[in-house]
């Protein structure tokens, strides 16, 4: 059972980058502040860490081409809808947004505080830190191949 759980640790520290920026990329996807609508503009940042998220490269999209009769793609479902444009967004989509978010948070949370647990009782902290380092630049190195 002791090498189970230091299996689970060593794996935890691997994997708890990729849980964080998911996490945080898929919290601002929601209330999609990676895409330009009306006057909002989003930082090349966020829009570049969104194609990451979304499509696994690391650009920003090209700016789309206005939409007849001035309609823009509804944001949960990439369509637009004649009868939703005005209206927005039912009660029911919006709550669940914000209960998606809720969860990313205590993801984030979670994922932490699970590092820090992790770091106070492995002791072979130069491997988690190791594998922690290893787990965020893999990623990153694989975006420029």
Do not use: C, N
């Not at 759980?5 to 998911?22: C, E, K, M």
């Not at 490269?57 to 081409?65: D, G, T």
């Not at 594998?131 to 420029?144: C, D, H, K, R, S």
Request: hydrophobic residues 50%.
């Amino acid at each position: 059972m002791m090498q189970l759980r230091l299996w689970h640790t060593y794996i935890g520290f691997f994997i708890a980058p990729s849980v964080l920026f998911f996490a945080l990329t898929g919290s601002l996807q929601l209330f999609s502040l990676h895409e330009a609508h009306g006057s909002y503009q989003p930082p090349a940042l966020i829009e570049k860490l969104s194609s990451v998220h979304k499509d696994q490269v690391f650009r920003a999209k090209a700016p789309q081409a206005d939409h007849p009769a001035g309609r823009t793609p509804h944001a949960a479902t990439g369509a637009a809808h004649p009868d939703h444009a005005d209206r927005g967004p039912r009660l029911g989509t919006y709550l669940l947004k914000w209960f998606f978010l809720v969860v990313a948070l205590g993801l984030v949370v979670s994922t932490a505080l699970g590092l820090w647990f992790g770091f106070t009782h492995v002791r072979r902290r130069r491997t988690a830190l190791l594998l922690l380092a290893v787990g965020a630049v893999i990623p990153v190195a694989l975006l420029f191949i």
